[in-house]
Structures are given as C-alpha cells and as structure tokens.
C-alpha cells in the first residue's frame, strides 16, 4: 500500500510538472515585432517601448532594446559577457552562440546570490531591432527559461 502511494505522489508531481512545462502561451511584444512562448501562467508587468517583463512565481523575463550600434555578429559573445557582468552576475555555467528564427545572437548562463539567470542578446537579421534578453530563474526551472529562451521569433 505504502508503494502504490508512493508510486502515485511521484506519478502525480511528474504530471504537474510536464503539464507546467508544456502548457504555454504565446506572448508578443509589438513595438519591437518580436514573439515568444511562455507558461500560462504569466503575467505582464511592464510593457512600453523601452522595456517587456513578464513572470510567474518561478520565472521573470525582461526584455530592452539594446541601443548600442558598436554590437555587431563579430562581437557579440563579449558584448553579452560585459551586460551580463555590468549586472553583476556571475558568468559560471555556460556561453554559446544561438540561432533562433531570424535572430544571431549570444546567451550566458550566470548567477548572483541563489538568482540564476540565462543573459542573451538578439540581433535581427533582417531588421535593426536588436534586443537583451534577461530570464532570471529559481532553482529547478532551468529547462523552463531555455525554453522561453528557445521560442523567440520577429515578426516584423
């Protein structure tokens, strides 16, 4: 008996889990053209020409327009390092280049404190709407902000 409970509270926390992470939501920010999914479960708290930030109880995501034109492909793995760093994370886990949809970008995996967060920049390839992207994270959410990560797309 103390099994099959055991076996159905695991059962049942997995399933939450998965439906958590599968049930999401497309969520747009239209001043810059640019989509992406989230949990249901998030709410909008900025948004306005300069700033996106949404969340949930274990997600936040910011979104701002990166205005420097000295960005560029060629540099871009060190100019997300220095935005990661000017915010005082810790760049520890992971860096790599992405690309997602018509963005090139760059991300970092850091932390500060018991905050995690994944650190990216986006820089359109058929626009000039270039973006930094911030998913701060709690512990065991990590899969959770690479797929917001993942899901970014222009539609511009």
Excluded at 20 to 46: C, E, R, Y
Excluded at 126 to 154: C, H, M
Aim: proline letters at 1%; glycine letters at 4%; charged letters at 20%.
């Amino acid at each position: 008996m103390k099994k099959s409970v055991a076996f159905f509270a695991l059962y049942f926390s997995l399933f939450c889990s998965f439906n958590w992470l599968a049930a999401q939501t497309q969520m747009h920010w239209d001043t810059h053209g640019v989509g992406f999914s989230v949990p249901n479960d998030f709410k909008i708290d900025i948004n306005n020409g300069d700033e996106f930030t949404a969340g949930n109880d274990h997600l936040l995501l910011s979104i701002m327009p990166i205005q420097d034109e000295t960005v560029t492909e060629d540099n871009l793995a060190d100019a997300v390092v220095e935005m990661a760093t000017a915010m005082d994370y810790d760049v520890v886990n992971e860096a790599d280049a992405i690309d997602i949809d018509d963005f090139t970008g760059y991300y970092v995996k850091g932390s500060l404190d018991e905050a995690h967060v994944v650190v990216m920049a986006l820089l359109d390839k058929k626009s000039s709407t270039n973006l930094l992207v911030v998913i701060a994270y709690d512990n065991g959410y990590e899969n959770a902000a690479v797929k917001v990560a993942r899901s970014f797309y222009a539609y511009d």
